[in-house]
């Protein structure tokens, strides 16, 4: 299966290639665009693109045999009868079916009939597609021609022969891809004829010859600001440019923003190291991070002599447009003759520019013409891609969702002015679109961006769509297209073209609106059907994990409650054993209880405990109060918790001196004590 696949993407190549050098078509997505639309058939695409004046090429021989039988060059009766008015008839099927295929035929490209002499078929050789590199190194510029089909290792082994750095050691910068490895074949990254490169070597020091360029490889990766000032036009352009961009590429956007062409420019504020075009933004000496320009026309002969007043609100017309203007400016003509106008009428400026790299940009230039042309009441055009007015409609709360509108402007049309003036600032129709729909805006008056529409709407909308738009011929436009998001896909609803009136125009987004509106109830339904059981699962979800906490919390005090006992357990424990021991001690302290016939005087003490018992011992008159405690502790009743009493009269022992004896605390011969704790 991957063999196949990668057959399949060479075959696709091959095809892409032979399509772009018969039709001459150099955007390669408008080209991918066209193979598909017609399923990548080479034969349907270029009919497609280049109508034929004597019949169509057919598409339905798919052998190799078929289609080099089908150009073979025309008999001699066939040239004579074209030279006399007649076409050339088609090849009979014996002959298709009786010739054999040409060993060249996979290694060439077939054109259509040629519009000049529709008599002439011929076959163009597919040569290799050439490819200049312009490859930049500290002080050192390298030119480099490779065919397409050659690898970035190729390039890599040709600047180690040029420049004499190892492969190893050379990072090849500058791709609009971003990095790519050595194996990479050139025709996948779909590069332009004319590329600027450079080479990074993070590893070899620059030499003392190249310490004051040390900053090059950061300044290529830098970004200045332009800030350009337009004398005629007196306004101002703030533009970003990478170091890598080239100071004539900088001119191209300039002449694209202007109207002036590259060679009728006249700069101020270019360094004089500036001083060749083809230098890069980051060794030419400019300011970073800003630097500020003036650029005007310059004048010609016929111009100094009958100067004319250029109208302020002019900032954008193409190159071509350009040259047509300057052409006739060098013959003395006046601008406004050439059309048939006064001397007072201004030239229009195209709505958005040519080849804009930001979406954002180019629609705030539309808004302001638009408002140059037509005045301020007009619709709110959305200032953004076409993804983000279709996620600024589509994709937000079912309430709060509306329709697309997408407004398709050709000047080249006659009833663009009349649509935009009549129909597009009525104040019914600016107050409906701005209250019910995102307006979002483009111009396809020149067809790099009808290119990049048709790509946008491709990837957003679908080839339908795509292909909807490019049936409209050039007098149809302009075009509103009334587009509806759907749970799965977006829907167009409706393409109002230019030759409308106010009423109908009215009367058709109120119909669009009707059907969105009964869609929109449906999606609020279920909208609120969704957030209901997600609100139910939120407060089940929230029950529970408030019931997770009460018995984690249970559980954690439980612990906290049994960890407290054991310790409480453990202390009372340690005290029990402490007083064991202390006990003990005293026991083994005491002296030896006397005999009854011993010749000294014995004391005979009787002693009740606070449960009842009585404790009897013998002591000798002499002994110290202090023995008669350590027996009572000896008990199990510390002196520091209880406190030894007499009967009558009531006196407290514990509170004597501990070192008088008996006989002096009256305790001889025999006395009962009692026990009593203390409070």
Same mark, same amino acid.
């Given at each position: 299966?991957?063999?196949?696949?990668?057959?399949?993407?060479?075959?696709?190549?091959?095809?892409?290639?032979?399509?772009?050098?018969?039709?001459?078509?150099?955007?390669?997505?408008?080209?991918?665009?066209?193979?598909?639309?017609?399923?990548?058939?080479?034969?349907?695409?270029?009919?497609?693109?280049?109508?034929?004046?004597?019949?169509?090429?057919?598409?339905?021989?798919?052998?190799?045999?078929?289609?080099?039988?089908?150009?073979?060059?025309?008999?001699?009766?066939?040239?004579?009868?074209?030279?006399?008015?007649?076409?050339?008839?088609?090849?009979?099927?014996?002959?298709?079916?009786?010739?054999?295929?040409?060993?060249?035929?996979?290694?060439?490209?077939?054109?259509?009939?040629?519009?000049?002499?529709?008599?002439?078929?011929?076959?163009?050789?597919?040569?290799?597609?050439?490819?200049?590199?312009?490859?930049?190194?500290?002080?050192?510029?390298?030119?480099?021609?490779?065919?397409?089909?050659?690898?970035?290792?190729?390039?890599?082994?040709?600047?180690?022969?040029?420049?004499?750095?190892?492969?190893?050691?050379?990072?090849?910068?500058?791709?609009?891809?971003?990095?790519?490895?050595?194996?990479?074949?050139?025709?996948?990254?779909?590069?332009?004829?004319?590329?600027?490169?450079?080479?990074?070597?993070?590893?070899?020091?620059?030499?003392?010859?190249?310490?004051?360029?040390?900053?090059?490889?950061?300044?290529?990766?830098?970004?200045?600001?332009?800030?350009?000032?337009?004398?005629?036009?007196?306004?101002?352009?703030?533009?970003?440019?990478?170091?890598?961009?080239?100071?004539?590429?900088?001119?191209?956007?300039?002449?694209?923003?202007?109207?002036?062409?590259?060679?009728?420019?006249?700069?101020?504020?270019?360094?004089?190291?500036?001083?060749?075009?083809?230098?890069?933004?980051?060794?030419?000496?400019?300011?970073?991070?800003?630097?500020?320009?003036?650029?005007?026309?310059?004048?010609?002969?016929?111009?100094?002599?009958?100067?004319?007043?250029?109208?302020?609100?002019?900032?954008?017309?193409?190159?071509?447009?350009?040259?047509?203007?300057?052409?006739?400016?060098?013959?003395?003509?006046?601008?406004?003759?050439?059309?048939?106008?006064?001397?007072?009428?201004?030239?229009?400026?195209?709505?958005?520019?040519?080849?804009?790299?930001?979406?954002?940009?180019?629609?705030?230039?539309?808004?302001?013409?638009?408002?140059?042309?037509?005045?301020?009441?007009?619709?709110?055009?959305?200032?953004?891609?076409?993804?983000?007015?279709?996620?600024?409609?589509?994709?937000?709360?079912?309430?709060?969702?509306?329709?697309?509108?997408?407004?398709?402007?050709?000047?080249?049309?006659?009833?663009?002015?009349?649509?935009?003036?009549?129909?597009?600032?009525?104040?019914?129709?600016?107050?409906?679109?701005?209250?019910?729909?995102?307006?979002?805006?483009?111009?396809?008056?020149?067809?790099?961006?009808?290119?990049?529409?048709?790509?946008?709407?491709?990837?957003?909308?679908?080839?339908?769509?795509?292909?909807?738009?490019?049936?409209?011929?050039?007098?149809?436009?302009?075009?509103?297209?009334?587009?509806?998001?759907?749970?799965?896909?977006?829907?167009?609803?409706?393409?109002?073209?230019?030759?409308?009136?106010?009423?109908?125009?009215?009367?058709?987004?109120?119909?669009?609106?009707?059907?969105?509106?009964?869609?929109?109830?449906?999606?609020?339904? #279920?909208?609120?059907? %969704? &957030? +209901?059981? /997600?609100?139910?699962?939120? =407060? $089940?979800?929230?029950?529970? *994990?408030?019931?997770? @906490?009460? #018995?984690?919390?249970? %559980? &954690? +005090?439980? /612990?906290?409650?049994?960890? =407290? $006992?054991?310790?409480?357990? *453990?202390?009372?424990? @340690?005290?029990?054993?402490?007083?064991?021991?202390?006990?003990?001690?005293?026991?083994?302290?005491?002296?030896?209880?006397?005999?009854?016939?011993?010749?000294?005087?014995?004391?005979?003490?009787?002693?009740?405990?606070?449960?009842?018992?009585?404790?009897?011992?013998?002591?000798?008159?002499?002994?110290?109060?202090?023995?008669?405690?350590?027996?009572?502790?000896?008990?199990?009743?510390?002196?520091?918790?209880?406190?030894?009493?007499?009967?009558?009269?009531?006196?407290?022992?514990?509170?004597?001196?501990?070192?008088?004896?008996?006989?002096?605390?009256?305790?001889?011969?025999?006395?009962?004590?009692?026990?009593?704790?203390?409070?």
């Amino acid at each position: 299966m991957a063999s196949e696949s990668g057959e399949s993407n060479m075959d696709r190549e091959m095809i892409l290639a032979d399509f772009q050098a018969c039709t001459g078509i150099d955007n390669i997505a408008e080209a991918i665009t066209l193979l598909e639309l017609n399923n990548w058939d080479l034969v349907a695409a270029i009919n497609g693109v280049i109508p034929q004046e004597n019949g169509i090429l057919q598409s339905n021989f798919s052998s190799e045999a078929s289609q080099s039988s089908m150009f073979q060059p025309p008999s001699q009766s066939e040239a004579a009868d074209a030279a006399a008015g007649g076409s050339v008839p088609p090849p009979s099927s014996s002959s298709l079916s009786s010739s054999p295929p040409s060993s060249s035929s996979s290694t060439s490209a077939f054109c259509p009939i040629n519009p000049i002499n529709p008599t002439s078929r011929h076959i163009v050789e597919r040569q290799p597609r050439m490819l200049n590199f312009r490859v930049e190194y500290r002080q050192r510029t390298v030119e480099l021609v490779l065919e397409e089909g050659s690898t970035v290792g190729e390039i890599k082994q040709i600047l180690e022969t040029e420049l004499g750095i190892p492969v190893s050691k050379m990072q090849l910068k500058g791709w609009k891809s971003g990095d790519v490895s050595d194996s990479t074949v050139m025709r996948s990254l779909h590069l332009p004829k004319n590329n600027s490169l450079y080479v990074l070597t993070p590893d070899i020091a620059p030499t003392a010859s190249t310490s004051k360029n040390s900053g090059l490889q950061e300044s290529l990766n830098q970004n200045f600001l332009l800030v350009i000032s337009h004398r005629e036009a007196q306004r101002d352009y703030s533009l970003n440019f990478p170091g890598s961009r080239t100071i004539q590429e900088v001119k191209r956007n300039i002449s694209d923003l202007t109207n002036i062409p590259v060679r009728h420019q006249q700069w101020e504020g270019w360094p004089v190291s500036a001083s060749d075009d083809s230098m890069t933004l980051a060794v030419s000496g400019i300011s970073y991070p800003c630097h500020h320009l003036s650029v005007c026309r310059r004048s010609s002969p016929a111009n100094s002599q009958e100067p004319t007043e250029e109208c302020a609100d002019v900032h954008m017309v193409s190159d071509s447009e350009g040259d047509d203007f300057e052409d006739a400016s060098e013959f003395g003509v006046d601008d406004s003759e050439m059309f048939g106008m006064g001397s007072s009428t201004c030239r229009k400026s195209p709505m958005m520019p040519e080849n804009s790299e930001n979406e954002a940009d180019a629609l705030l230039h539309f808004t302001a013409e638009f408002s140059s042309r037509y005045g301020e009441t007009h619709p709110m055009f959305f200032i953004g891609s076409l993804e983000a007015a279709s996620q600024e409609a589509f994709y937000g709360k079912a309430r709060d969702r509306k329709l697309l509108a997408i407004y398709l402007h050709n000047d080249d049309s006659v009833l663009s002015n009349v649509f935009c003036s009549q129909m597009m600032c009525a104040d019914s129709i600016v107050s409906y679109l701005s209250q019910n729909f995102i307006t979002w805006a483009w111009d396809v008056t020149k067809e790099a961006n009808k290119a990049r529409l048709l790509t946008m709407c491709t990837r957003h909308f679908g080839s339908v769509v795509t292909q909807t738009i490019r049936t409209y011929k050039t007098d149809q436009f302009p075009l509103l297209l009334i587009v509806m998001g759907k749970r799965t896909s977006n829907e167009v609803l409706n393409v109002i073209q230019g030759n409308t009136t106010v009423d109908e125009l009215m009367m058709r987004l109120m119909g669009a609106m009707e059907i969105f509106t009964a869609q929109q109830q449906e999606d609020i339904k #279920d909208e609120d059907e %969704r &957030e +209901a059981r /997600e609100t139910v699962k939120r =407060e $089940q979800d929230e029950a529970y *994990r408030v019931s997770l @906490e009460a #018995d984690r919390k249970k %559980r &954690e +005090a439980q /612990e906290r409650e049994e960890a =407290e $006992q054991v310790r409480l357990e *453990r202390m009372r424990k @340690e005290q029990e054993d402490e007083k064991e021991a202390i006990r003990l001690s005293l026991e083994q302290a005491l002296p030896a209880e006397p005999d009854e016939d011993a010749g000294e005087q014995i004391s005979k003490l009787r002693i009740r405990t606070p449960s009842g018992e009585f404790l009897e011992r013998r002591f000798l008159g002499s002994c110290k109060l202090q023995v008669l405690f350590d027996f009572v502790a000896s008990k199990g009743y510390p002196f520091e918790e209880f406190k030894l009493l007499t009967t009558f009269p009531r006196r407290n022992i514990t509170q004597l001196e501990p070192g008088s004896t008996l006989l002096e605390a009256k305790l001889f011969p025999q006395e009962t004590l009692f026990l009593e704790s203390k409070e």
